[in-house]
Structure formats: structure tokens, C-alpha cells
Nanobody
Framework: VLLVESGGGLVQPGGSLRLSCVASGFTFSSYAMRWYRQAPGKERELVATIDSVGGNTNYLDSVKGRFTISRDNTKNAVYLQMNSLKPEDTAVYYC????????WGQGTQVTVSS
């Protein structure tokens, strides 16, 4: 299993970013996917989940209405569209899947600062 995130960067408050995660090594369309984040000095937290076909999504309360998780099973990719970003969204963002154990990507840094 290999998960590779991209799309992070530095953005001003109120700005937007779109994170991508490309997966390989497993049947992507059969598994739910998740985005987590970890801010400095804090525990990793679950941000968003999407089922295997993209029909059911769930979000951390603090990102509801601002973030959207989606997937493209033809590209083995999951995305996180982040709008109206706030400084408290600053963190390393990871995509993840569960197959016997939980697998993680290397993470992509998102910094929201003026």
C-alpha cells in the first residue's frame, strides 16, 4: 500500500487549497478513505471520511461547511477541498486507509498565516 499526498502549502486566512492523495497497491474502489491532520503539539485528529463509492461523507465539526472530501476511483485518488481556511487549520494533513491495519501517507503541510 502506498499513499502519496500533495497540494499543501502556505495560504492566507480565508484562502483555499485542494489536497490530493494518490493510492496504489490495493483495490482502491473497495475501501473507505480518510483525511487526518496533526498540528504541532497536538494529537492527530480525523478530519473527513468518504466511503468506497463516494456516497457517504463525514466531517469534523470544525470543518463542516468549509471542507469537502471527494474521490475519483478511476484515478485511485481522494481529495480534500479546503475553503475559508483559518490559522487553526494549520497542520500536517494525512490520507489514510484501513486494511487489517491503518496505512498512512507521508503527509503534506498546510500553513494558514498572513
Amino acid at each position: 500500500v502506498l499513499l502519496v499526498e500533495s497540494g499543501g502549502g502556505l495560504v492566507q486566512p480565508g484562502g483555499s487549497l485542494r489536497l490530493s492523495c494518490v493510492a496504489s497497491g490495493f483495490t482502491f474502489s473497495s475501501y473507505a478513505m480518510r483525511w487526518y491532520r496533526q498540528a504541532p503539539g497536538k494529537e492527530r485528529e480525523l478530519v473527513a471520511t468518504i466511503d468506497s463509492v463516494g456516497g457517504n461523507t463525514n466531517y469534523l465539526d470544525s470543518v463542516k461547511g468549509r471542507f469537502t472530501i471527494s474521490r475519483d476511483n478511476t484515478k485511485n485518488a481522494v481529495y480534500l477541498q479546503m475553503n475559508s481556511l483559518k490559522p487553526e487549520d494549520t497542520a500536517v494533513y494525512y490520507c489514510s486507509m484501513l486494511m487489517v491495519r491503518r496505512y498512512w501517507g507521508q503527509g503534506t503541510q498546510v500553513t494558514v498565516s498572513s
